[in-house]
């Protein structure tokens, strides 16, 4: 079946500093990935839509210029999480659609910022 | 706009049945999805229904459309410790993929 994955499982990085988190589909092409952020109550925020080849789409209260997102090719959309701040640590989770329009998630990110 | 709303906790005992249940706003999809999520891990499709049904049976799993109230359920039959997680559901929508806060089921013995 369609398998997207998610890199990395885990990250701890350094406030101030931008991390990088991938999401790829394996076997299938995905023209829209979706980001998501899921806070410790359990609640699953979509954060943003990743649109291959042109502009993502952000929800509303998600800073653009904070959350950088790049959907350069059809099976691969990043997330940058730019000048991290310790408010920014949660799980990252993206997602795709797809043939049948059931979603795909990848395995999570774990952002740690100290 | 779309909206899911779910309730957020369920606690059952083991080998009962455990029910979880959902309202949405979007109906435009062909199929509607409930995802499983375990502890400190992604996502997984759990089962589906197509739009046009009213129920599908899977195993220990039924789940139940009710589209003129927009209402989805999920139920699980003999619920078992490995059945806790967290429970999504998704009506669908190719460009929208929104999702409530889910509910988590707690199984005891």
């Known amino acids: 079946g369609a398998v997207v994955s998610q890199h990395p499982s885990r990250v701890i990085c350094k406030s101030g500093t931008s991390v990088k988190i991938e999401c790829r589909s394996l076997?299938?092409?995905?023209?829209?990935m979706f980001w998501y952020r899921q806070f410790p109550k359990q609640s699953l925020m979509l954060m943003a839509t990743?649109?291959?080849?042109?502009?993502?789409?952000?929800e509303q209260g998600v800073e653009k210029d904070k959350f950088l997102i790049n959907h350069a090719s059809l099976t691969l959309s990043t997330l940058t999480v730019t000048s991290a701040h310790p408010e920014d640590s949660s799980f990252y989770i993206c997602?795709?659609?797809?043939?049948?329009?059931?979603?795909?998630f990848g395995q999570g990110t774990r952002l740690t910022v100290v | 706009g779309e909206d899911v709303e779910q309730s957020l906790f369920l606690s059952v005992r083991e080998g009962d049945s455990s029910v979880i249940n959902c309202t949405y706003t979007?109906?435009?999809?062909?199929?509607l999805y409930w995802y499983k999520q375990e502890p400190g891990a992604g996502l997984q499709l759990l089962t589906y229904?197509?739009?046009?049904?009213d129920m599908k049976q899977d195993q220990r799993l039924t789940v139940l459309l009710n589209k003129k109230d927009k209402h989805l359920s999920l139920r699980i039959a003999d619920t078992q410790t490995g059945d806790s997680a967290i429970y999504f559901c998704?009506?669908?929508?190719?460009?929208?993929?929104?999702f409530g806060a889910g509910t988590r089921l707690a199984v005891h013995p």
């Open positions: 990743s649109n291959e080849g042109s502009k993502a789409t952000y």
């Open positions: 998704d009506s669908g929508g190719y460009n929208k993929l929104i």
């Open positions: 076997d299938f092409q995905a023209t829209t």
């Open positions: 979007d109906s435009s999809s062909t199929y």
């Open positions: 997602s795709a659609r797809g043939q049948l329009s059931e979603a795909f």
């Open positions: 229904i197509f739009s046009n049904m």
